[in-house]
């Protein structure tokens, strides 16, 4: 007989007013998601639905501009700051071109920042079309989940007996925010397709909010699991780097999006991840769990338990591989 396919979690940050012994319980849930699936979902966050919908809302009216009037703040205009629009097919997976367009932003940093002076890749201004009012929006959104982003890793420290500050005083008193708005246009030959192959994200947890045309799916054990919209919920997912800090005990878990034949896909995702200078060396006091096996073999073949170096090495090598015509840029900048 065929088992029916497991669901993924739901963790509702609402219990955590309710006392210590319900911020114990929810540590448990997340730590039991994040080691079975490496995926979640999350809600009573606090996050309004009035400023998630208003933002897709401004997304969805860009996208539907025509591609010059985007490719104005082409990401090619952002500079070492990697931000900007980039139009389908120009990001690649596994070195296939994915079949959604986007807008890369970031932290605001402006010119003064010692980061931009230095030329260090992935900080600066991010670009914004004078046509559509994200400006606002965007950077508030990021505030917002920036926030919720340090209280799941400090959830995530109680989970592993740990400080509660423990992930703030190591790694993200100053995290790198790298947040994506995504479309992926319907599939006009009338099938479906990969809007992005399978993949994990790099960092420590990503914040995602998608809309309800349906397509990803997260890998676990030997089947792919749909991921439909939740109300009101953001999916969650751990990243590498997470995985490597806790010894494998969490799972950074292969994910990918089928695109429509009838509708355009928008998704928002924002990556809450280390300082870019941060060391992460695996948590001595962190063990895996027996159950979790763990494996070398990794979607692109780098595997984050063999990095060595800071976090914004492991990520230049990632997104290097992403968008390799920047990567190169980047490359000839260092060696002037």
Known sequence: MIQPAPTLPIIDLSLLHQGARDRARVAEQLDSACKQFGFFYLVGHGVTEQSVRSLMSLARQFFATPVEDKLSIHMSKGGRAWRGYFPVGEELTSGRPDGKEGIYFGTELDDSDARVRAGIPLHGR???????????????YIDDLTQLGHRLMSLLATALGLDTEFFRTHYTRDPTILFRIFNYPRRTDGHTGWGVGEHTDYGFITLLKQDDVGGLQVRHADRWLEVPDVAGSFVCNVGDMLERLTRGRYVSALHRVRSSPTRDRLSMALFFDP???????PIEDV????????????????????????????????VGRVFPGLRAEAMEHDES
């Open 126 to 140: 991010n670009l914004f079309p004078t046509t559509h009012a994200l400006r606002e929006p965007v950077l508030a």
């Open 275 to 281: 300082g870019f200078d941060a060391v992460l060396t």
């Open 287 to 318: 063990r895996p769990d027996s159950d979790q096996p763990h494996t070398h073999v990794r979607w692109d073949d780098i595997d984050p338990h063999a990095a060595v170096g800071t976090y914004g090495e492991y990520l230049l090598s990632k």
